[in-house]
């Protein structure tokens, strides 16, 4: 799921960063057959989040709901539009390599 940071108010990431930080990322660390979710952004372009779920089944209810609810959507919120993409897709792999994963929601800048 994308959303354009084109013409977002400033302070719009910081403010992303913080939700994520304080709501978001205690919310997916729960959330039933997610695998795991990042959280990536690249600043005055783009704010997204990728979700692997379990199975096909998992991510398609996810999908629907994240779908029709996606003016109420926090991210939709901070930033002032709608997610522009949410697509599916296939992970084929993840592999974790000698440094792991950070589990806090701790972010480094």
Do not use: H, N
């Not at 398609?60 to 949410?86: H, V």
Request: with cysteine; net charge negative.
């Amino acid at each position: 799921m994308r959303w354009s940071l084109a013409g977002a108010p400033s302070g719009t990431l910081e403010r992303l960063r913080e939700y994520v930080e304080d709501v978001s990322f205690a919310k997916f660390a729960g959330l039933e057959g997610l695998r795991f979710k990042s959280w990536r952004a690249r600043e005055g372009e783009w704010f997204e989040g990728t979700y692997v779920f379990v199975d096909a089944r998992s991510r398609e209810a996810f999908q629907q709901a994240m779908e029709a609810g996606r003016a109420d959507l926090p991210g939709t919120t901070i930033i002032g539009r709608e997610p522009e993409l949410i697509e599916a897709c296939e992970i084929v792999a993840v592999v974790r390599g000698p440094a792991g994963f950070r589990s806090s929601a701790s972010f480094e800048r």
